[in-house]
C-alpha cells in the first residue's frame, strides 16, 4: 500500500458543485501539503499544516479550504468548483527532522480534477 | 517572494545523449535545493537535494552542483536512457515548504 494515499484519483463535477479530496498517510509525519500542478506553471502550493492544530494558506488559497482530521488526513475542499479549478492535485508529507527541515517531501499519487 | 525558474521544454534527446536542464532561484538567503522527478502517471519523487553553496547532490547517474555565485543548480547527466523520460522539477526550500520551478518535460528516444 502506498504511505500517501488520496482519493479520488479521479473526478468529474460540474461548475458549482461542492468537491473534496482526502489525504491519508502512514508515514507518522506531521507535516502536510496540497499543491495543485498546471501544465507550464509548475506545482503551487495552495495549504499546508504543521501539525493537527495548525493550517496556513499557501500562494494560491482562494476558492479552497482545508482540513485537518488527525494526524493522517489532511482534506481538501472547493466549495463552489469553477473550470480554472481543473488540475492535478497533490498531497505531501514531511518530517522536520531538525532545525528547519530537510525538504524532502512524500507525494501521493495525484488526484485528477476536472470541472465541466 | 522566493521563486525557482527553469528552462522550457519539451527536450527530446536520443539515447546516450548529455543533458543539461538549467535552474535558477532568487531568495534572501541560501536556501537547500532539490531536484524532484515526476514519471508518467505518478507522483513527485526525490531524485537529489544540496543544503549548502558548492554541495553537489547526485543519484541514478544524475548530478547537480549548488552555486551561489550563480545562484543556480543545474541538472545534468552524461549518459540518458529511454527510462529517463520523465518531468524534472527543481525546487528550494523556504522553510517549511518547498517552491517548485514550472517543470521540464523531458523525451528521451531509442
Known amino acids: 500500500d502506498a504511505d500517501v494515499t488520496q482519493t479520488p484519483r479521479n473526478r468529474i463535477t460540474k461548475t458549482g458543485k461542492r468537491i473534496m479530496l482526502e489525504c491519508s498517510q502512514t508515514k507518522g509525519h506531521d507535516r502536510m501539503y496540497w499543491y495543485r500542478q498546471d501544465p507550464g506553471l509548475g506545482l503551487r502550493l495552495i495549504y499546508y499544516?504543521?501539525?493537527?492544530?495548525?493550517?496556513n494558506k499557501g500562494e494560491i488559497s482562494d476558492g479552497y479550504s482545508v482540513s485537518r482530521q488527525a494526524q493522517a488526513k489532511f482534506s481538501l475542499s472547493l466549495e463552489s468548483a469553477i473550470p480554472n479549478q481543473t488540475a492535478l492535485y497533490f498531497c505531501?508529507?514531511?518530517?522536520?527532522?531538525?532545525?528547519?527541515?530537510?525538504?524532502?517531501?512524500?507525494f501521493g499519487e495525484g488526484s485528477r480534477l476536472t470541472v465541466l | 517572494g522566493d521563486s525557482v525558474t527553469q528552462m522550457e521544454g519539451p527536450v527530446t534527446l536520443s539515447e546516450e545523449a548529455f543533458l543539461t536542464i538549467n535552474c535558477t532561484y532568487t531568495?534572501?538567503?541560501?536556501?537547500?535545493l532539490f531536484w524532484y522527478v515526476q514519471y508518467p502517471g505518478e507522483g513527485l519523487q526525490l531524485l537529489l537535494k544540496a543544503t549548502k553553496a558548492d554541495d553537489k547532490g547526485s543519484n541514478k547517474g544524475f548530478e547537480a552542483t549548488y552555486r551561489k555565485e550563480t545562484t543556480s543548480f543545474h541538472l545534468e547527466k552524461g549518459s540518458v536512457q529511454v527510462s529517463d523520460s520523465a518531468v524534472y522539477f527543481c525546487?528550494?526550500?523556504?522553510?517549511?515548504?518547498?517552491?517548485f520551478g514550472q517543470g521540464t518535460t523531458l523525451q528521451v528516444k531509442p
Open positions: 525546487a528550494s526550500w523556504d522553510p517549511g515548504k518547498l517552491i
Open positions: 499544516s504543521f501539525d493537527v492544530k495548525d493550517i
Open positions: 505531501a508529507t514531511s518530517d522536520p527532522g531538525t532545525g528547519s527541515g530537510t525538504g524532502e517531501l512524500f
Open positions: 531568495a534572501t538567503g541560501y536556501p537547500s
